[in-house]
């Protein structure tokens, strides 16, 4: 190198020091910062859509004001002209033709009369129809190809009604689950399910949440999220995205590994056991199925009609459940649902067996093996045969026509005890004697297999099926199938 090269070199690498200091100075040496690494949740969240909620809860007219923004993705191999979403709070308006709540229930579930819920919505160019108007239909103005994405907001109100029900509000809580427009599943065509008061008519693919929420002060807001600042809450690949508000909860904590299981309680004598048996129920179907990959668990004691209710990372437990062991039982079933409903989706309008079958059976492995609780597998089978046996009974003494079908659709049960017995009772039963064939233990093991295969997405009963004989090395189909049209009596 001559002197003169020397000399240029120097100047170069003077200039290029020189640059590097001042962009450094003026911020653009972030742009060299090692990227922030996306945990494994994110880095599959990205394929998902996402449901950005902007909430403002009045507590004076009961109403909840949300702007919507969904990124939704074109999933099918057609081009799409519109997106439907379901706005459930029209299900609790007067005179639905297919309400929330059974007539037969109405005196226990509205603590002051029918009182009407609904919804307005005031995005134009919409369409509110179908099944009690729980159907909204936006038109897209340009035709959105296979795998394309678009922004559609929508805006809307919805008035609470005042019960003890997934959407409602009472003197102790607001519930507020299901509420916004949920995209509706593509499958041949949009799968459009009335609501039913009978089971859970649901079937919603996983999404990611973005969601402010604005309550008056004072208020406890107990999310499906991790709140990630003020009044803003986040979550990925939640199968629902649920609020409970209250002015009254206590609130209690826990770590499970990666997660803050957060126990809100208005009213337990034993708060302390209730958080320790939500906690184990996480360790353990995290330890048998698959891991729990949220960071947060949010129990939620709240008035509600039924024993409990499963969300995205949050759930139910119903003020009225005053039974202790009762208590600790729904809290197990309605965890086991994050697994069976969160974590592997299934249609619970056409196939409400897996779902409540699997968290049934789940529940009753977490006590056999916690002997703590004093109730063994082999017991609760004992009970669910004998609940079907006593259902059965009085049927037959009033000549009244029941089915043992487990296929029927949530609409083709006649009362929620023949929908119970069937799905629950049936479902678990159809598990435990897969049990006495292979132990449940390589049960719980298979059933990790099949919560891997189809995390984030759907089983159905083929799926489940054929997952289960690979692992298990069983032929179980002819009798999985006689089981679930009903032609098999349960045996133990
Ligand atoms: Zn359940």
């Keep these: 190198?001559?002197?003169?090269?020397?000399?240029?070199?120097?100047?170069?690498?003077?200039?290029?020091?020189?640059?590097?200091?001042?962009?450094?100075?003026?911020?653009?040496?972030?742009?060299?910062?090692?990227?922030?690494?996306?945990?494994?949740?994110?880095?599959?969240?990205?394929?998902?859509?996402?449901?950005?909620?902007?909430?403002?809860?009045?507590?004076?007219?009961?109403?909840?004001?949300?702007?919507?923004?969904?990124?939704?993705?074109?999933?099918?191999?057609?081009?799409?002209?519109?997106?439907?979403?379901?706005?459930?709070?029209?299900?609790?308006?007067?005179?639905?033709?297919?309400?929330?709540?059974?007539?037969?229930?109405?005196?226990?579930?509205?603590?002051?009369?029918?009182?009407?819920?609904?919804?307005?919505?005031?995005?134009?160019?919409?369409?509110?129809?179908?099944?009690?108007?729980?159907?909204?239909?936006?038109?897209?103005?340009?035709?959105?190809?296979?795998?394309?994405?678009?922004?559609?907001?929508?805006?809307?109100?919805?008035?609470?009604?005042?019960?003890?029900?997934?959407?409602?509000?009472?003197?102790?809580?607001?519930?507020?689950?299901n509420f916004y427009a949920i995209p509706v599943v593509y499958d041949n065509d949009w799968d459009i399910y009335p609501y039913s008061s009978n089971g859970d008519p649901f079937y919603n693919e996983a999404y990611n949440f973005d969601v402010t929420f604005h309550a008056p002060a004072g208020y406890i807001v107990a999310a499906s999220g991790e709140q990630v600042g003020d009044n803003h809450y986040r979550g990925y690949l939640l199968r629902d995205f649920a609020i409970v508000l209250s002015r009254d909860f206590n609130v209690i904590s826990r770590a499970v590994g990666d997660t803050m299981v957060n126990y809100y309680y208005l009213n337990d004598p034993i708060p302390e056991i209730s958080l320790y048996t939500a906690s184990n129920a996480l360790a353990y179907f995290s330890g048998q199925f698959i891991d729990y990959p949220y960071s947060t668990l949010a129990v939620v004691q709240t008035d509600f009609l039924h024993g409990g209710m499963e969300y995205g990372a949050l759930v139910y437990i119903s003020l009225d459940v005053t039974d202790q062991l009762q208590y600790q039982t729904v809290i197990v079933h309605e965890i086991a649902h994050q697994w069976w409903y969160g974590l592997v989706g299934n249609n619970q309008n056409a196939t409400a067996w897996i779902d409540e079958g699997l968290a049934e059976y789940s529940t009753a492995a977490f006590f056999e093996d916690h002997p703590q609780y004093g109730k063994t597998l082999t017991a609760t089978a004992e009970d669910n045969l004998n609940t079907i046996k006593m259902f059965e009974n009085i049927m037959d003494e009033y000549k009244v026509p029941y089915t043992r079908q487990m296929l029927l659709g949530l609409l083709g049960y006649k009362s929620s005890s023949e929908y119970t017995v069937n799905t629950y009772a049936r479902g678990m039963l159809l598990f435990y004697n897969i049990t006495t064939m292979v132990g449940h233990k390589n049960l719980n093991h298979a059933l990790g297999k099949f919560a891997a295969a189809h995390c984030f997405q759907f089983g159905d009963s083929y799926t489940l099926i054929s997952t289960l004989e690979a692992e298990l090395g069983h032929d179980l189909i002819n009798y999985i199938n006689n089981y679930l049209a009903g032609k098999e009596t349960p045996m133990l």
Excluded at 13 to 33: E, H, R
Excluded at 130 to 148: C, F, H, I, M, Y
Aim: hydrophobic share 40%.
């Design 1 to 177: 190198m001559s002197k003169w090269q020397r000399k240029i070199w120097a100047l170069v690498i003077a200039c290029v020091l020189t640059v590097a200091i001042v962009l450094s100075v003026v911020g653009l040496g972030k742009l060299t910062q090692p990227t922030v690494y996306l945990t494994a949740l994110q880095t599959a969240a990205q394929d998902a859509g996402t449901i950005n909620l902007d909430c403002h809860y009045s507590e004076n007219n009961h109403t909840l004001a949300v702007k919507q923004v969904t990124t939704y993705r074109n999933h099918t191999n057609r081009s799409l002209s519109a997106v439907k979403f379901y706005l459930y709070a029209n299900a609790y308006q007067k005179d639905a033709r297919y309400p929330a709540v059974a007539k037969n229930e109405i005196s226990r579930a509205y603590p002051n009369d029918f009182d009407a819920g609904y919804v307005k919505v005031t995005t134009p160019h919409t369409i509110l129809g179908e099944t009690d108007n729980t159907v909204v239909t936006v038109p897209l103005t340009k035709a959105l190809s296979p795998e394309q994405s678009v922004d559609i907001t929508l805006e809307y109100t919805i008035k609470l009604p005042n019960v003890k029900h997934r959407l409602g509000y009472t003197k102790n809580t607001v519930n507020l689950g």
